[in-house]
């Protein structure tokens, strides 16, 4: 992927200039990470083969925490049903051009909120990634809530962390 394919692909898909204007900056703060796999979690092979094996027995995945889907695309061969979710509206717009092409259900929404939405499996296969700055330790924690309503759906699926 280059970066003149997405910036057409957005211009052509998206209308509100400030859509535009706040994905392309984001785009260009981001642009390494986006442009080489190698800088992002994609680089971890041991978590990716840890993950690949557990989806043997796995009737989905779910990846909370999209961010420009570069992780999430490692497993598009592996499993038919993959959901993923970002919060950030140009990480969700980023994302949502990579995996144009993909059988991969991504949504903007809250991760808490996705998982609530879902009927959750003891075979389903979590990657929890949703996370960042300006929560505090545990009430508004992404991940707090995402075991919270793993919990509450009453399963015990395969979690990994990041």
């Not at 003149?4 to 390494?32: A, G, M, N, P, V």
Request: net charge negative; charged share 35%.
């Amino acid at each position: 992927m280059n970066k003149l394919e997405f910036f057409e692909w957005l211009e052509t898909h998206y209308t509100d200039e400030e859509t535009i204007r706040l994905t392309k900056e984001k785009f260009e703060q981001h642009s390494e990470r986006f442009l080489d796999i190698e800088q992002s979690t994609a680089m971890d092979t041991q978590l990716v083969n840890s993950i690949r094996e557990s989806l043997i027995n796995g009737e989905r995945l779910i990846e909370t925490g999209t961010e420009f889907g570069s992780f999430i695309l490692n497993f598009v061969d592996d499993i038919d049903d993959i959901q993923t979710c970002e919060v950030d509206r140009e990480f969700y717009i980023t994302a949502k051009y990579r995996l144009k092409d993909t059988h991969i259900k991504y949504h903007l929404k809250k991760s808490e909120d996705l998982l609530k939405e879902l009927e959750l499996k003891d075979s389903d296969v979590f990657f929890l990634d949703a996370h960042g700055g300006g929560y505090d330790e545990f009430t508004d924690n992404p991940l707090t809530n995402e075991l919270k309503e793993i919990e509450r759906q009453k399963i015990k699926p395969t979690i990994y962390i990041h």
